[in-house]
């Protein structure tokens, strides 16, 4: 039977902290034991009297001197001897009915799992100016660390016993330092929606306006400290999907990497990622990768949060249709999403990101024509924006319809009207009827313009003013051709008027496609 260890820090609750204990108590988690630890920050208030009638229940630890929520915490964590470890608050804010939804979460493959104020079905209820600095916070860690949070600054975290040396002493900032101390080590946090009771100042709220802004300062100078490459998923969490590129066989894993039968030993790199491809190949793309022009862009991709701010600024096409999200509203929770030349940026957490470039987030490197997938195995593929840069994409589709079960999807995107850029090489466009013709075998559910007519306007407009103005000099025109775009950028925000209108596929920058594998 695992074990999960409740850690409660409280100071002066004399008022919640008994029914919020009863509450504890009376949660039935099937298959788990419960071990309560109670931290009582130096309260003076009746809390340590109450904590007394509980001394068979629960193990109390009584600090001599108040030093904020995350040093109880932390001392709460060394005294706690679960699998996994669960922070409550005191305070009622959250309803420890809702610790079983933690705990079935774990199912889904990630080991972190938050709870979040803002996916419950119920009004987010709170005061404005809290919300909106969570929701600062929320979205500043997202950027720093390319993450896909609602609620950072939750109460409600589940994690394994090997992490809770990740969490480090002070006041309310702890919880977000352990966060972004969760995200460099490369896990992946899944968020489930609670309910939450909010009170104020009166009734016993402690966090204040100058945390917030001493948090936003930590943050960075955390984030300026830690410049450490994402790192990818470790091939343990997806072995049983993965097989061998040629001949699909099954792996065996040795001290060396993955064993083949038929064919070599593909090696696992330091991040515990599989390179599955022929390992000249994959030296000959990371020089490449590494070397002349590329150079900035692979090291901004290393921080893709950043990397992808700087392209939304620059580029003037506006993609209106978020295809990831179409499918994920299609798939049940907990699905399994290969994400088919992901670049360095991770869509979801149901994504496997697969790549030819070894970036950061790429959990596998392979070629996209020879996808290392169990057939019928993964619930969707998805590909934005890949197509152009493959010379048989063909290969491709078949690949990602391959690997898809029966009633699984497959989303892509390609470019229509875009300006020739090689990445590192530039094949083919694609009208809406070619990608059908590409997809055949699957039931098309959806097609149509993913960016629109202006953006396809400007794209050509800033190139052309490029050349031009270059005087024919092929190392200036693209940098004019950047500059140009973001003269023009703000245009691109016209095509929330004009790519739904009839007739803007026969202009679009880009088109996409959803199909049903039957």
């Known amino acids: 039977m695992k074990k999960i260890s ?6 002066n609750e004399e008022k919640t902290i008994e029914e919020l204990l009863s509450r504890v108590f009376a949660v039935s988690i099937p298959g788990w034991s419960k071990e309560v630890i109670v931290v009582d920050d130096a309260s003076t208030d009746g809390t340590k009297d109450i904590l007394k009638k509980y001394a068979s229940r629960i193990i109390t630890i009584h600090q001599e001197k108040n030093g904020g929520k995350g040093t109880a915490v932390t001392r709460g964590l060394e005294e706690a001897t679960g699998d996994y470890i669960l922070i409550q608050d005191a305070d009622l804010e959250y309803h420890p009915k809702e610790i079983p939804l933690f705990v079935e979460a774990l199912s889904t493959g990630s080991q972190v799992v938050y709870g979040s104020r803002n996916l ?6 709170g005061f404005y100016a809290q919300r909106l600095g969570v929701w600062f916070i929320t979205q500043l860690i997202n950027f720093l660390y390319g993450a896909r949070l609602t609620d950072v600054w939750t109460c409600y975290k589940l994690f394994p016993q090997s992490s809770k040396k990740l969490f480090t002493p002070g006041q309310f900032e702890s919880e977000l330092l352990f966060t972004t101390a969760l995200l460099r080590e490369g896990h992946s946090i899944i968020e489930v929606p609670i309910s939450h009771t909010p009170r104020d100042v009166k009734e016993g709220k402690k966090i204040r306006y100058r945390d917030g802004f001493k ?3 930590l943050l960075i100078a955390d984030r300026l400290l830690n410049l450490k490459k994402p790192r990818a998923r ?3 969490n997806h072995l049983h999907l993965v097989c061998c590129p040629f001949c699909k066989g099954d792996f065996k894993v040795s001290d060396n990497g993955l064993v083949c039968s038929l064919h070599e030993t593909f090696i696992i790199d330091d991040s515990r990622r599989p390179i599955l491809i022929e390992r000249v190949v994959y030296e000959r793309n990371s020089d490449q990768h590494e070397s002349g022009v590329n150079w900035l862009k692979s090291f901004l991709k290393q921080f893709p949060k950043i990397y992808y701010s700087i392209w939304h600024v620059f580029c003037p096409v506006l993609m209106l249709v978020n295809g990831p999200r179409i499918i994920l509203k299609k798939v049940p929770q907990g699905s399994t999403v290969v994400d088919v030349g992901s670049g360095p940026e991770r869509l979801g957490d149901e994504f496997i990101n697969v790549d030819i470039f070894p970036f950061p987030e790429v959990d596998i490197v392979s070629d996209a024509t020879r996808l290392p997938f169990k057939d019928n195995s993964v619930d969707a593929a998805v590909s934005e924006s890949l197509f152009e840069h493959v010379p048989d994409a063909h290969l491709v589709a078949r690949e990602m319809v391959r690997i898809v079960k029966p009633g699984g999807y497959v989303y892509v995107s390609a470019p229509f009207m875009h300006p020739y850029h090689a990445s590192p090489d ?8 070619g990608l059908k013709h590409m997809f055949s075998d699957l039931e098309i559910v959806e097609a149509g313009v993913r960016s629109g007519p202006w953006s396809t306007l400007l794209m ?11 005087f024919g000099s092929r190392k200036i025109a693209p940098f004019l051709a950047h500059v140009f775009m973001l003269v023009l950028g703000p245009l691109k925000y016209l095509d929330y008027l004009f790519m739904y209108l ?6 679009a920058t880009h088109l996409y496609i959803v199909g049903r594998k039957k």
């Open 6 to 11: 409740i850690v409660i820090p409280c100071f």
């Open 120 to 125: 419950h079905h119920e009004k987010r209820k």
């Open 215 to 217: 948090a936003i300062q």
């Open 234 to 236: 470790e091939v343990d």
């Open 426 to 433: 530039d094949f083919n466009r694609w009208t809406i009827s």
């Open 460 to 470: 050509f407009l800033a190139y052309w003013l490029g050349v031009i103005f270059s």
């Open 502 to 507: 009839p007739g803007s596929d026969a202009v």
